[in-house]
């Protein structure tokens, strides 16, 4: 039995979107790495955090991708993968550790931008069926409360709460994303 290792599938992602995506003007940014890798382009921790400078105390969280415009920096998708684990506490802290943050930072130095032309998307691996009533609520109750949050990163245009079966479904659902006709 070939057990995977968490955040392979992040990783695989990750890799396979940088490949398509840089032709069309974007870079993607994520995190994960094989400790045994050396310096791979791209590749690097995602922050969330608050206040006038990075660092650990003002960091709220990790998030596993960013696609970004080249020219501009703008972030298109900021996307978190939660790859075996559907509580709802999980989902709420991926959700709110970013929208409560101010700041996007790509390794703890380049500043990415957020803005009504993000969209925050967010996948949980499973059964759709078993799964909707629960992601549905926990969408539009944090979709409820976007206005009244003043954070930068709460600035997104759009929120999305998924599911996800495999990994070409979880490439298929974040393609759907980028709008470049004919990009499969």
Do not use: C
Not at 1 to 30: C, H
Not at 63 to 91: C, F, G, M, Q, Y
């Amino acid at each position: 039995m070939n057990k995977r290792k968490y955040g392979e599938k992040t990783r695989y992602i990750g890799r396979k979107l940088s490949d398509k995506l840089e032709s069309y003007g974007y870079a993607v940014f994520y995190d994960l790495k094989k400790p045994d890798e050396g310096e791979v382009k791209n590749v690097g921790t995602i922050a969330t955090w608050f206040g006038v400078s990075y660092g650990q105390k003002t960091r709220l969280g990790w998030i596993d991708i960013a696609i970004v415009e080249n020219v501009t920096d703008n972030i298109k998708l900021l996307i978190e993968i939660e790859e075996s684990n559907s509580n709802p506490k999980v989902i709420i802290g991926d959700v709110f550790a970013t929208l409560l943050g101010d700041h996007i930072t790509f390794k703890g130095k380049k500043s990415l931008k957020i803005g009504g032309f993000t969209t925050f998307l967010v996948l949980i691996k499973g059964d759709e069926k078993q799964l909707s009533e629960k992601i549905s609520y926990l969408e539009k109750q944090a979709l409820s409360l976007l206005p009244i949050i003043k954070s930068r990163n709460s600035s997104i245009g759009d929120l999305q709460i998924r599911t996800y079966t495999d990994e070409k479904d979880l490439y298929d659902q974040i393609i759907e994303f980028i709008e470049i006709p004919d990009i499969h």
